[in-house]
């Protein structure tokens, strides 16, 4: 896994990225929360919020606000002011740049950056139907809804299965009805672990820090002091030095601005130059990516649904129970796989030629079933371990009590085939191929 991409699938030995399954609501979605929406807010926060003004000509004039990219970034870092299609210089002016990102959160890191979040839980489309099956109300006398009097019981004195033409109707044990049935309040919110939820997710956000360079820019002293005055008296927090920026989209950080204000004007040339007087200084903003949209990146949104009922059931049969040895090895003998796709988890497989405990072949004793060894079971082996797979299957065999008549059912021992084209049980505690009535009974073919 190269990255959180392309991990496909849950698994119990890492943590969930985000993005594993296809399960994607179709209904449902987020805006997006990229770089670009912190840069704009913060835009936003000295274009919009602040009350930047300056007075021209016994006018009230907005201070303009640039985001310096391209040709204007690199006339703003050669420490020259911008000016208009005249020529004349565009003052005052207040100027913002990018700087950098710093990927490790130094403020303002938040929770869920291990794990997906959930941002939506809803009943899912599933939970009417469910509630029809369950009945949880109690309602009887409505036909979508599961009761008694819906199971078709007989139908021309004979016992079938199934529900009345027109209704529905379940196995399940019937529910009471409720006390807000009993009241005619079936509209009442009664939402428990009995309904199908849906939950919506998102991956972990990224944290990064955002760092941006604030420039003024004047011709006058007063119209800096002006602008600055305007700057230190309007923090969220008078015991700090921050402010709440907001995006369009609903998302808000925290931007800190820094104590230093370093002034750079031109006093001491402006004979030769127009006077300038500028002051910068640097915000940050701990901010955080959600749901991107960039060009080939996946819909982050992942669809789950509850499990209203969880079962821990055991299925234990009444019989008795015998086991079925197989070879481990297969058999060099193409033709004892002919009917292989015919076979069962219960058929054993063909084995190969093994010597057992007094030298004779297993696969070529009379005594084999399916390449075991009904006298000699136990010594076709590898290592000391038997092979193969042990399938617990159910035998069961109905035999007499010589003394008493009575019928008793009693686990059948391997069936073994004879030179004279028989079928005979053999009893694998004392290895007799010829029982008595007492013990077994043959059977011929």
Partial sequence: ???????????????????????????????????????????????????????????????????????????LRRNRPLRDKAGILILPLISMVRTGIEQDATKGA????????????????RDPRYQQLINKVGVHNQDNTVSLSHRNRYQGGISVTGSLPGTV?????????????????????NLNNKNIYEFITIPPVKHYTA??????????????????????????????????????????????????????????DFSDQERIVKYSFSIDVPAYIVNPSYPGAPNALRS?????????????????????????PPSGDVGKYVLENMATDTDALPGTRLLGKNGKAASDSTNIVGGVSALHDDSVNIG??????????????????????????????PVVSTSKGESIYVDISTGNTNPGLETLTEIDI
């Fill in 110 to 125: 938040g929770p869920g950056q291990t794990q997906p979040l959930v941002i939506k839980k809803r009943l899912s489309k």
């Fill in 1 to 75: 896994m190269s990255t959180r991409l392309t991990k496909s699938k849950v698994d119990g030995q890492s943590i969930s990225m985000g993005y594993e399954g296809t399960d994607v609501p179709e209904d449902f979605s987020i805006p997006e929360c990229t770089i670009e929406d912190v840069d704009r807010a913060l835009f936003d926060l000295f274009n919009k919020e602040i009350p930047f003004y300056y007075t021209l000509k016994d006018a009230t004039r907005k201070t303009p606000v640039i985001f310096a990219t391209g040709e204007r970034f690199a006339i």
């Fill in 304 to 328: 789950f649904l509850s499990a209203p009922e969880i079962s821990f059931d055991i299925l234990q049969a009444n019989v008795n129970m015998t086991t079925v040895r197989q070879v481990g």
């Fill in 169 to 189: 109707a379940s196995r399940r044990i019937p529910t009471k009805p409720s006390m807000a049935a009993q009241q005619n309040m079936l509209l009442a919110n």
């Fill in 384 to 413: 000391g371990a038997m092979g193969g797979r042990n399938n617990a299957v159910s035998v069961p065999f109905l035999g007499n009590d010589p003394f008493t008549g009575e019928t008793y059912e009693v686990p059948l021992p």
């Fill in 211 to 268: 760092t941006y360079e604030i420039t003024f820019w004047t011709q006058y002293t007063q119209q800096m002091n002006n602008m600055l005055t305007a700057l230190m008296s309007v923090y969220q927090d008078m015991h700090q030095r921050t402010f709440r920026i907001e995006t369009s989209k609903g998302y808000w950080f925290v931007a800190y601005v820094q104590p230093s204000l370093n002034s750079d004007n031109n006093f001491t």
